[in-house]
């Protein structure tokens, strides 16, 4: 096996693709400022040209269960904050979980920035402490929703050393957890579908995410329930997509929001481009087992000068859901809705769905209702830079035995993200004849190379279907020539860990990656399944790290 994935990656080589490599999931120069010009990499999606950079060679490594974070040989990570670490003057504390990560350069540099991450979930045995027959105490409530949600860290590469550090004195540097206070938009804020609330406590359950065309941070709720119920809260308040401007720095200017319109589910991330009328689109997915794929089409247009004003263009506009059979997007709307009850006769479904904050608050039950084709667990969604195509991580269904994944590709009509007609094909199917298996986070790099991590669960690892794949891992795959479809695999995480969030910087020297619940099977603190990333007698601590060695 290691032998034919050898000569494999060297006749992908040979093909004149230039070399794997990692770049940013969206390519260009990132704006340094809030306010400042839009981020290239998305905007100009349709007109990206494939560079010639001959970088980032490596030798796939082999699947193992290593309690570290395997590289290639010539590569290296850096532990930029871990669970617990203190990341600004306050005293604030990096959350646990990490998962989606972003990278904004200050003053356009790819070696000093800010690092947007986010904190899914906690766990009993390394956060608050078990539940009492009462439920949580007052204190452990705060420790659940203090340590999910974002944090906002500056990150610098020290010439001296080589090693990318955490600097803890930034004014920029903070956190938004379950206690933050938010406000809503869009047509659910202030309507009886969430009891007439505008403003509401906190985001958690935040998994991944995306980074908007003004250069804002898009956070998604994902698995909600269990900490709105932990927390006495008011669960259609979760389940949305925040927003938030890192270099706002007390978040009073711009207020860190959820945006409605882009439905209430089980969000896993954004994918944001325009269609070809230049109005905003956002790809999303319900990473639930048979749920559905969306869209968000604004009603408004993008204009580069208004900045942080397009957040606006997220209020305002029409989320549909994708019918794989008929190629078509339909709209989720009140209209399609209540015709879709009528026709059904569900009657007693009126009375539910009566306005679109209904829709809205209840959008997973209303896109089957209108005919949206449930799917294996739709995860991340990105566009590729180059064609435009739209990529779908579908991790697995293993109701419907599909029990490694694949990956969806779809194919806008005209290559327009506005249209509403579309096709699609299955582009790599997980498994042992790929290598991997429970594709989720995606991203490009500058030859048009799909980089995915994945998501087998911990307590099936190494062992039965999934005993070939070792730990879960990070895999390069080539979406043109003859290796089309092919994994390659370039890291593999701790014991029971995820590889998360990969992001990296303009210049594709480094690859910031989230590792998350290392030790996740853990039952005694005091005998963890894994140490990583500090050893000797520490407990495992969930961390972002800083990957180098991709060379020009």
């Not at 078509?328 to 306005?355: R, S, Y």
Request: proline content about 5%; overall charge negative.
């Amino acid at each position: 096996m290691e032998n034919m994935n050898r000569r494999k990656f060297l006749g992908y080589l040979g093909t004149g693709a230039a070399a794997l490599a990692a770049a940013s999931a969206g390519l260009g120069t990132l704006a340094p400022v809030a306010g400042a010009a839009p981020a290239d990499h998305l905007f100009k999606f349709p007109n990206q040209k494939k560079t010639k950079k001959a970088h980032g060679f490596f030798k796939p490594i082999q699947p193992t269960m290593k309690d570290d974070l395997v590289l290639p040989e010539g590569f290296k990570y850096d532990v930029v904050a871990a669970y617990g670490d203190v990341i600004n003057k306050k005293g604030d504390t990096f959350g646990f979980n990490a998962d989606f990560t972003l990278y904004f350069p200050i003053n356009g540099s790819s070696e000093d920035g800010l690092l947007w991450v986010n904190h899914e979930y906690t766990q009993d045995v390394f956060v608050q402490g078990k539940k009492g027959e009462k439920g949580y105490t007052a204190e452990q409530v705060e420790k659940l929703l203090y340590n999910q949600g974002g944090s906002i860290i500056r990150v610098q590469l020290d010439k001296k050393s080589g090693k990318w550090k955490m600097i803890t004195d930034s004014e920029y540097a903070r956190r938004i957890t379950g206690l933050t206070p938010f406000v809503l938009t869009g047509a659910a804020a202030g309507s009886p579908a969430v009891k007439g609330a505008t403003k509401v406590q906190g985001t958690f359950a935040n998994c991944s995410g995306g980074m908007t065309l003004w250069n804002t941070v898009l956070s998604c709720e994902e698995n909600w329930e269990n900490t709105a119920a932990d927390a006495g809260l008011d669960t259609t308040h979760y389940g949305w997509v925040i927003e938030v401007d890192p270099f706002d720095v007390d978040d009073q200017t711009f207020p860190v929001r959820k945006h409605t319109a882009l439905g209430r589910f089980h969000h896993e991330n954004t994918a944001m481009g325009l269609s070809k009328d230049g109005r905003v689109v956002v790809y999303m997915g319900d990473d639930k087992t048979d749920a559905c794929v969306y869209k968000y089409v604004s009603n408004g247009k993008y204009v580069e000068s208004a900045g942080r004003g397009n957040s606006k263009l997220l209020e305002d506009g029409i989320l549909y859901v994708a019918n794989f059979a008929k190629g078509k997007w339909i709209p989720v709307t009140i209209e399609t809705v209540q015709d879709a009850i009528k026709k059904a006769k569900k009657d007693e479904l009126l009375q539910k769905f009566q306005t679109q904050a209904d829709v809205l608050v209840n959008c997973a039950e209303a896109a089957i209702l209108v005919g949206g084709t449930p799917t294996d667990r739709p995860e991340d969604l990105e566009i590729s830079p180059f064609d435009g195509t739209i990529f779908i991580a579908h991790t697995n269904n293993d109701k419907h035995g599909n029990i490694h994944g694949h990956i969806t590709r779809f194919f806008e009509k005209d290559g327009d993200h506005g249209s509403l007609d579309f096709d699609f094909e299955i582009f790599a199917a997980g498994g042992r004849q790929s290598g991997f298996s429970a594709p989720d986070n995606l991203s490009f790099d500058s030859n048009g190379n799909l980089w995915t991590v994945t998501d087998i669960s911990s307590s099936k690892l190494g062992k039965d279907a999934w005993k070939s794949f070792g730990n879960n891992g990070l895999f390069v795959i080539p979406t043109t020539g003859s290796n089309a479809g092919e994994a390659f695999q370039f890291a593999s995480g701790p014991v029971e860990a995820e590889l998360t969030g990969p992001w990296f910087t303009p210049d594709e020297k480094t690859l910031f990656l989230a590792v998350q619940h290392p030790g996740e099977e853990t039952e005694d603190v005091a005998n963890p399944t894994s140490r990583w990333p500090r050893y000797g007698n520490d407990i495992p601590r969930p961390a972002v790290v800083a990957i180098t060695g991709f060379k020009f």
